[in-house]
C-alpha cells in the first residue's frame, strides 16, 4: 500500500514563531487532506488539497503532486495551535480509504 | 448543518464482550467510513457504507462488522473484544463514495477494553 511519512515528529514553538510541516507520499494520489486533531481527539479538517495552493487565514497548505508531497505552514502560531496535525491520503485507483501518516505533535509555548 | 455526531462518547468493557457504537452523517453525506486510532498513531481504515452496503475493507477480522441505515448512520459492531482493540474509534462521512470526496469526522468513541 502507499506510504505516507510526516516530519518533523515533534516540534516545539515558542507563540508568534512560523513552522513548516511536511507530508511525503510514495505513490500518486487524488485526495489528499489535512487534519488537526485537538487534545479530546476531534479531527478538524484543515484543507483538502490533492494539488496546488490553499490558504485559511495564518494557515495554508502546498501540495505539489508530480513530486509526491505536500507542505503545511502555520504563521504566527498560537497556543490554540497546539496538537497533532495529519496529513491523510487515497491512492489513484484504490477506492476510498483514506492512509493516514503518523502525524507532527506541535505544542506551542506562551 | 449538523456535522457528524457519535454515540456514546467513552465505554468500558472486558475481555470477550461484544460493543456497538454508533455514527450519524453529517447533512446530506450518504457515505460513511469507520476508522481505529490506537495510542500515539494515526487512524487506521476499517471499512466504508455506501447506500446501505459495504464498499470497501480494510485489513480488519470479520469480527469487525458494520451496518448502515436508510438515514445514512451506521453502526460499528465488534464481536469477541481484545485488549488491543482498546482505541480511539471515528466516523467519516462524505458527500459521495468517490475518491475526491472531503471526508469529515465525528468526535470519536473511546473505547477501553480491560
Known amino acids: 500500500g502507499i506510504q505516507v511519512e510526516q516530519s518533523p515528529p515533534d516540534l516545539i514553538l515558542q507563540e508568534g514563531a512560523n513552522s513548516t510541516l511536511r507530508c511525503n507520499f510514495s505513490d500518486s494520489v487524488n485526495n489528499l487532506q489535512w487534519f488537526h486533531q485537538n487534545p479530546w481527539g476531534q479531527l478538524i479538517n484543515l484543507f483538502y488539497?490533492?494539488?496546488g495552493t490553499k490558504q485559511n487565514g495564518r494557515l495554508s497548505a502546498t501540495t505539489v503532486a508530480t513530486e509526491r508531497y505536500s507542505l503545511l505552514y502555520i504563521s504566527s502560531s498560537q497556543t490554540t495551535d497546539s496538537g497533532v496535525y495529519f496529513c491523510?491520503?487515497?491512492?489513484?485507483?484504490?477506492?476510498?480509504?483514506?492512509?493516514f501518516g503518523g502525524g507532527t505533535r506541535l505544542m506551542v509555548k506562551p | 448543518e449538523t456535522g457528524v455526531t457519535q454515540s456514546p462518547t467513552h465505554l468500558i468493557k472486558t475481555r470477550g464482550q461484544q460493543v456497538t457504537l454508533r455514527c450519524s452523517s453529517q447533512?446530506?453525506?450518504?457515505?460513511v467510513s469507520w476508522y481505529q486510532q490506537a495510542l500515539g498513531q494515526g487512524p487506521q481504515f476499517i471499512f466504508q457504507?455506501?447506500?446501505?452496503?459495504?464498499?470497501g475493507r480494510g485489513n480488519f477480522p470479520p469480527r469487525f462488522s458494520g451496518l448502515q441505515f436508510p438515514n445514512y448512520s451506521s453502526e460499528l459492531n465488534v464481536n469477541a473484544l481484545e485488549l488491543d482493540d482498546s482505541a480511539l474509534y471515528l466516523c467519516?462521512?462524505?458527500?459521495?463514495?468517490?475518491?475526491?470526496?472531503?471526508?469529515?469526522f465525528g468526535p470519536g468513541t473511546r473505547l477501553t477494553v480491560l
Open positions: 491523510a491520503v487515497i491512492r489513484d485507483n484504490a477506492g476510498n480509504m483514506l492512509t
Open positions: 457504507y455506501y447506500r446501505e452496503e459495504e464498499n
Open positions: 467519516a462521512s462524505s458527500l459521495d463514495r468517490g475518491t475526491y470526496n472531503e471526508q469529515f
Open positions: 447533512s446530506g453525506h450518504n457515505t
Open positions: 488539497i490533492p494539488s
